[in-house]
């Protein structure tokens, strides 16, 4: 493992500068060379740490250019932008969601700009448009007590100057959306949102944006200009516990790639929290109704690791895994007696998989 001092960084440098910190001026230039260093080599946090005498799991997170969430925008000058991001998830003890701007020049030198939270939250999974000489930052994940349901963030980032405001809003809005996509529209006053995901409460499941939303620019009123009226509807074990399907996923997958020991653990495991044996040959039709369909294919750079599709009339059923909820989304009109056939048929296979109460509602 190489050390600092192959990297040309003292120790005591590194600790002047390991920490994530919050700026005093909007923008607070915070060039150093351990910060450039990390954005130059990606390295995890956990790698830096390990190339000093740190102890990785003392004193919060480290600093690092290794993140997701992170967005970038190419300037018309070749500048390379980058906004935020996220490294590690919240039980990580580097998890941290960060609220600065990169630069990098063409000559690959560096400018950092950190921030006031109170001028610029900590900001992941947004969306980062340019607009002239500003970058329009819409949406966020960010931290558990920063979100606000029913509420849109939106901030400026003036290029020239790397100052960074508040854009306040009027209208009919997405809510607190984040992974979405954002357009610029031919007339150049509007931004298209579409896609991602909306976060509704601690006590609610994300939900999938299936709504397309105008902000004008100008004036800064939102509006919703396409309204999808599809079919939604949820499974949620009733004692609000892990579902399980990602374990038992895993078992199966074990099972076909006849990985015998990591079976035999894993299997010990969800007897024990199953109170059963796995059902896998029901798992394996979890999503093949008693109807004619046919089965769509994964669609490429979607991030549908979890998503399955069947084609049901010409209409697209999508089934959505995670770890406490599965939604199914119906892209378009299926007659009631389908639907009802959907949600019963989806209702007996967990409750076969998981014995316990599932709780379906509409979304």
């Known amino acids: 493992m190489e050390t600092l001092e192959n990297f040309g960084i003292s120790q005591k ?12 001026d909007n923008p607070t230039k915070a060039n150093n060379p351990v910060w450039n260093w990390l954005v130059q080599t990606k390295l995890s946090a956990w790698a830096a740490n390990k190339a000093s005498e740190h102890d990785y799991y003392a004193d919060g997170p480290t600093w690092c250019f290794d993140r997701y969430g992170q967005s970038t925008n190419q300037l018309p000058d070749g500048r390379k932008i980058y906004i935020g991001g996220e490294h590690e998830d919240h039980y990580d003890p580097d998890f941290c969601i960060y609220n600065d701007v990169v630069v990098e020049h063409i000559d690959g030198s560096l400018d950092i700009y950190i921030y006031p939270q109170s001028v610029f939250p900590a900001t992941d999974f947004h969306s980062a448009t340019l607009v002239n000489d ?14 606000h349901i029913k509420q849109t963030p939106v901030f400026i980032l003036n290029i020239n100057n790397f100052s960074i405001r508040k854009q306040e809003t009027t209208g009919s809005n997405p809510g607190w959306i984040f992974g979405h996509n954002a357009t610029l529209l031919e007339d150049g006053k509007s931004l298209l949102i579409s896609q991602g995901e909306i976060y509704s409460g601690p006590e609610t499941p994300v939900t999938e944006n299936i709504n397309e939303w105008c902000l004008d620019l100008s004036s800064g009123s939102w509006k919703l200009s396409k309204e999808n009226n599809w079919p939604r509807w949820q499974y949620i074990r009733a004692d609000k516990k892990c579902n399980l399907l990602w374990e038992l996923r895993q078992l199966l ?18 007897i024990d929290q199953l109170g059963h044996h796995p059902d896998l040959p029901t798992l394996k039709s979890l999503y093949q109704p008693p109807l ?19 084609l049901v009339e010409d209409v697209v059923v999508r089934y959505k895994e995670e770890h406490w909820e599965v939604q199914v989304t119906v892209e378009g009109y299926l007659p009631p007696d389908i639907i009802a056939l959907l949600k019963q048929d989806l209702y007996s296979k967990l409750s076969n998989l998981v014995k316990t109460q599932w709780k379906v509602s509409d979304i």
């Open 134 to 147: 500003e970058i329009f930052i819409i949406g966020r994940l960010g931290y558990h007590d920063q979100r």
């Open 292 to 310: 004619k369909f046919e089965p769509l294919p994964e669609r490429e750079g979607d991030g549908e690791y979890n998503q399955q599709r069947i």
């Open 13 to 24: 440098l590194f600790e002047e500068w390991r920490e994530p910190r919050e700026g005093t």
């Open 253 to 270: 997958w074990h099972q076909e790639m006849n990985w015998k020991s990591e079976y035999d653990r894993d299997l010990v495991k969800l």
